[in-house]
């Protein structure tokens, strides 16, 4: 039979170690955090929340049926557009891009247009039609504007989308838009340099 004071020691040492365990598993107090995975993965939370909700707006909407009819097919875009709309009247600038994923963002694409691919990315920006645009979430991206497209290197190094929404340039914004709504979902500005 165990003595009281050797059970009051081996508890103490097993609550000793319970806790040296617990800290362990924890990891180290002071561990350095990577913030550009961290505002990555805030960024791809946001666009996927959207995602959601435009999941649930077009499951209220009759289905597109095949059709080779662009007046059809332009109606359906803009009843989704409108219904997201609906769902989300208070969204504004910064809703996805907010100010610390959008220096995130810049910070990504300044290293990029420094990088070994600055000088294709720049032609490809120049030798684009310029589009020029007033910006604003929710808004329809005009049929007569082109979409300029966004240079492949720096796609490489931004966070991959969904196939529901893409980035395009618009001068020197970094826009969001959502392709079957045809919808800027949000902006970021000065974004290229």
């Known amino acids: 039979m165990l003595r009281k004071p050797i059970i009051s020691e081996l508890c103490r040492i097993a609550l000793a170690l319970t806790a040296a365990f617990a800290v362990r598993a924890q990891g180290p107090p002071n561990q350095p955090v990577n913030r550009g995975a961290l505002l990555s993965q805030d960024f791809e939370q946001r666009v996927t929340d959207y995602l959601k909700m435009r999941k649930a707006v077009e ?11 662009p007046a059809e097919i332009a109606e359906h875009e803009r009843e989704l557009a409108r219904r997201i709309r609906e769902a989300r009247p208070r969204a504004r600038q910064g809703d996805i891009f907010t100010p610390e994923i959008g220096g995130e963002f810049r910070h990504i694409i300044e290293i ?32 007569s504007v082109p979409l300029q497209s966004t240079p492949p290197a720096l796609l490489l190094n931004l966070p991959k989308l969904p196939a529901q929404v893409e980035y395009r340039v618009v001068g020197h914004n970094l826009l969001l838009r959502d392709v079957g709504a045809n919808l800027i979902v949000d902006w970021l500005p000065a974004a290229i340099p």
């Open 59 to 69: 499951a209220g909407m009759p289905k597109l049926k095949p059709t080779g009819s």
């Open 112 to 143: 990029t247009m420094r990088g070994g691919h600055a000088a294709r990315i720049k032609q490809s920006l120049k030798s684009a039609e310029p589009v020029q645009l007033r910006l604003g979430v929710n808004d329809t991206y005009p049929a």
